[in-house]
């Protein structure tokens, strides 16, 4: 009887505990999963979790080893040692690095040496920034070191003056340079452009150093768009993700493949296909890739038949409402990734490739969200104004009660050509959003991958015509559910959701009743004028404005810059920006904001001088999260 008691009252312990909400402090507190790969034994997954310190501004970081055959993670210490350096040749006698190297002058100091003191910065070609740092004369290079009974000797720079860099900036890391198995070659991605050509241009190139000769030879010559990510297989046949249009960021991206003697495509076939990561099988006769599908992300395979005359054949291998996000290793038949969905960050999970079954093997965040009361995620589809069914995401507040009336916002997602899926995030976090009592209105539009290639490209050079037309398809069609407030509508985005909140503050019909923009276009005369991603602008609106006789961009610059439609703006507006924000630049938050205030209209500027696209830090990211609700508990009353 006593244990009849003991047991019913922790029942109702944790339902009482149950009951809690995600606050942003506790979103700021969530450890944050980042595997760091199999262990040269195979028996351990080795990874991190970073811990966020709101008080202190930063993060802690823990390593752990989890046994694949299964046990408790246990704290190491020194990861590395556990890891295979896959930076070393094979045969041990060199290592691969990158590093700075000065190229270029460009600061006042260099070009005068006697005006030491001065801060300046001199440029004569548009490469001079990258998403929220100015170019400065240094430019990463792949560096060559002998080794000699594991003691390294004089690098050697494989691509010395010249002004490229590997890894690419931004976002490169050291997957752009990899050994080929046979220890005499290295392959590494760069993009061989100068200044404004390099800003015009996504062609970038898979590059071969013959280790013994010297000599660099351009493996994707011909290939005019995005050649990235190279890795070999254990026979020397090598793989890389591939675009086939120059200027064009968001085209198709496939696995190609290259033997030595022909290229072959294993994902081309597939026009509902785009590979978001992949990664060779152990055997080296398959690839493990992810792409989006139907507002997921999801893990396939695909056979590589090489010289044989069999096609290639894509499977899907996981379904459900999830994101694999990241391919970690494989382990005998098992594939170890990382998961996600719209209510838990990322944990590790193993995945049996006979069935696609998965199991979770870390629980970093567990005793937290038992801790929750969570929304529910569910699957709509709408009729668009051109007769298509869209999948449109909606999320419900914790204890959801369909005979109440909730404020529902539609969230528009940015890109503009990126997947809608089970992502977590850390701003626009559906969950936080739904504990504060809003349903979530997520539209996967026109613009993201995942339903075939005609329908992620529709949207380029048509930025507010059939998306917008999307989007108010979605929230129209919510609104009549009896549980809707339709008097208590709100819309929020970032980047091109941002875009998107400007747009429809001008075109909303007073569906909306408050807006939150985070980082979005405003102006595209000035956005052409300014931005350091010029292939966006180029291919995305059509071109220069000042181009008379293109009548494509014509079309976007009058049609679809929401600057010509504030004289319709009515609505309340929150304007969030990054001072380092280089991709959508400070004057398009300004030039909102100050539209807004000249016309009357109850808005607030919410600047962010150390942030560049994103939000980084964990007290700019709780104001961030304060202002964010502040805003609308005032004007979705």
């Not at 760091?36 to 966020?52: E, F, H, M, Q, R």
């Not at 019909?509 to 010029?534: C, P, Q, V, W």
């Not at 995305?540 to 404005?545: Q, R, W």
Request: proline share 5%.
């Amino acid at each position: 009887m006593k244990q009849i008691l003991f047991f019913s009252a922790v029942l109702l312990s944790l339902s009482v505990v149950a009951q809690n909400k995600m606050t942003p402090e506790l979103l700021w507190k969530l450890g944050r999963v980042s595997a760091l790969g199999i262990s040269k034994d195979g028996k351990y997954i080795v990874y991190s979790v970073s811990t966020p310190n709101a008080a202190e501004n930063k993060s802690s970081r823990k390593t752990y080893a989890l046994p694949i055959a299964g046990g408790n993670p246990v704290s190491v210490s020194n990861p590395d040692s556990m890891l295979r350096n896959e930076k070393i040749s094979p045969d041990g006698k060199y290592l691969i690095s990158n590093a700075e190297v000065k190229v270029k002058k460009v600061t006042g100091k260099e070009y005068y040496p006697d005006l030491q003191r001065s801060n300046v910065y001199i440029f004569d070609n548009l490469a001079y920034r990258h998403w929220d740092t100015y170019e400065d004369g240094n430019f990463d290079h792949v560096m060559l070191t002998p080794l000699n009974n594991g003691v390294a000797g004089q690098p050697k720079d494989l691509m010395p003056g010249e002004p490229y860099d590997c890894p690419q900036k931004p976002f490169g890391g050291d997957e752009d340079y990899v050994w080929n198995p046979n220890s005499k070659e290295v392959v590494y991605c760069t993009k061989k452009k100068y200044g404004t050509a390099y800003a015009v241009s996504t062609n970038t190139d898979l590059f071969a150093y013959n280790v013994e000769t010297g000599s660099t030879k351009n493996l994707t010559e011909g290939m005019m768009g995005y050649d990235i990510n190279p890795s070999f297989n254990s026979k020397g046949e090598l793989a890389w993700l591939s675009m086939r249009r120059d200027g064009y960021e968001s085209d198709k991206q496939d696995i190609i493949v290259s033997n030595g003697i022909t290229k072959m495509n294993l994902t081309g076939m597939r026009d509902d296909i785009h590979v978001e990561s992949y990664r060779w099988s152990n055997e080296g006769r398959s690839i493990y890739f992810i792409a989006p599908v139907n507002g997921t992300l999801q893990l396939f395979s695909v056979n590589y038949p090489g010289l044989t005359k069999m096609l290639p054949h894509v499977d899907q291998i996981t379904k459900g409402d999830f994101d694999v996000s990241d391919i970690i290793g494989q382990s005998g038949n098992t594939l170890i990734v990382t998961r996600t969905d719209m209510n838990h960050a990322a944990e590790i999970y193993s995945i049996d490739l006979a069935n696609g079954s998965m199991a979770q093997l870390t629980h970093v965040n567990d005793a937290t969200y038992a801790t929750l009361s969570m929304g529910k995620t569910e699957r709509r589809f709408v009729k668009t104004t051109d007769g298509k069914n869209m999948l449109v995401w909606v999320i419900y507040p914790p204890g959801f009660d369909p005979t109440k009336k909730y404020p529902t916002l539609l969230y528009c997602q940015g890109g503009p050509q990126s997947a809608l899926t089970q992502f977590y995030s850390f701003r626009w976090n559906f969950q936080l959003m739904a504990a504060n009592g809003y349903i979530i209105v997520a539209p996967n539009r026109r613009g993201m991958p995942g339903y075939g290639t005609k329908w992620n490209e529709e949207i380029s050079k048509d930025h507010g015509g059939q998306a917008m037309k999307d989007y108010l398809s979605a929230i129209d069609a919510l609104s009549k559910e009896n549980f809707v407030d339709k008097n208590r509508l709100g819309c929020v985005g970032a980047s091109y959701g941002g875009y998107s909140v400007y747009m429809l503050a001008g075109m909303h019909n007073k569906r909306f009743k408050t807006f939150i923009a985070h980082d979005g276009i405003f102006d595209f005369k000035s956005m052409y004028g300014t931005t350091e991603e010029l292939w966006f602008v180029d291919w995305d609106y059509g071109g220069a404005y000042w181009d008379k006789k293109n009548l494509a961009a014509q079309r976007s610059y009058a049609q679809f810059s929401p600057s010509n439609f504030v004289d319709k703006w009515n609505t309340p507006i929150l304007i969030y920006q990054g001072g380092k924000d280089y991709r959508v630049p400070i004057e398009q938050g300004q030039q909102a904001f100050q539209a807004a205030q000249l016309r009357g209209i109850k808005s607030k500027f919410v600047l962010l001088p150390d942030q560049n696209h994103w939000v980084s830090t964990a007290q700019d990211a709780l104001v961030w999260q304060h202002e964010f609700f502040s805003w609308l508990e005032e004007t979705l009353k």
